[in-house]
């Protein structure tokens, strides 16, 4: 069923446990396995095989944090408008079938929402998508939470949403957690960047200051980042730029993304 091109399915699993999330998540696995082996250059096989093992960590009491989170319900919608062939699209699928909900898959473009006209309880796009969507300020009035991950908010990027009805999040994740595992909002009333982790994450600075995660949910026993953060409190830090992007000026350490914000 079309609506306003944008496909519309409702999925439907008998109970929230974990061998039910286990077996969705393989079946999709399994699908996108045979799709992306037809096209080596989307995906390696090793990424399917790590992708594989991590989703096969997640629990029930996970996903029901997150909906807690985004305050979902059995049944709330979701605009998936990324590629379902990496990370980002798969989870918006799997949030979708534990969640019992309906989402809209849009063709993934730089234009995510021009043709929306249905109401949506959550939305992830990259920032590239980001930009653009906040250009049209109606249609953005639909989305009621927006993920957005995939790369850094400039300072106008933040002031732009934060004038917006939608409640925005920024992400913070890599391939090896999955999600996210962290979170920050975007509003008005927030003039400091900081990211709150999920209740599952525990972190911590290495002697480079490079973030240091482990999470026995999510089966990360220690990852060591290659993230500079600032460590402000119990689950909190500020994300200061990459180990690879430090300019040394004169003997001062200078963060490439902090110039860039600016």
Excluded at 27 to 50: A, E, G, V
Aim: net charge positive; proline share 2%; charged share 20%.
């Amino acid at each position: 069923l079309f609506r306003s091109k944008c496909f519309h399915i409702s999925f439907k699993i008998e109970e929230s446990e974990s061998a039910y999330i286990v077996a969705w998540t393989n079946f999709i696995l399994l699908f996108f396995s045979i799709i992306l082996t037809l096209n080596s250059n989307y995906f390696h096989k090793s990424k399917i095989i790590l992708l594989a093992n991590n989703i096969s960590n997640f629990t029930t009491e996970r996903f029901i944090l997150f909906y807690d989170f985004f305050d979902l319900k059995k049944g709330s919608s979701f605009l998936c408008c990324m590629p379902s062939m990496y990370i980002g699209g798969i989870m918006m699928l799997i949030r979708a079938i534990v969640n019992e909900g309906v989402i809209f898959l849009e063709k993934p473009s730089r234009y995510p929402i021009q043709r929306l006209n249905e109401k949506i309880d959550l939305c992830a796009m990259t920032t590239a998508q980001t930009r653009n969507a906040i250009q049209i300020p109606k249609r953005m009035e639909f989305i009621r939470n927006l993920l957005i991950g995939g790369g850094e908010l400039t300072n106008d990027d933040d002031f732009n949403l934060s004038k917006l009805e939608t409640s925005c999040f920024h992400s913070f994740g890599m391939t090896e957690t999955i999600s996210h595992i962290a979170l920050r909002s975007i509003d008005s009333k927030t003039e400091d960047k900081l990211y709150q982790c999920l209740n599952h994450v525990q972190i911590s600075n290495n002697n480079e200051n490079r973030l240091v995660i482990k999470s026995k949910k999510i089966g990360i026993e220690s990852l060591t980042t290659n993230d500079i953060v600032k460590i402000v409190g119990n689950q909190l830090f500020i994300y200061i730029g990459r180990m690879g992007n430090i300019i040394n000026s004169g003997g001062i350490k200078i963060h490439a993304e902090q110039i860039e914000k600016t």
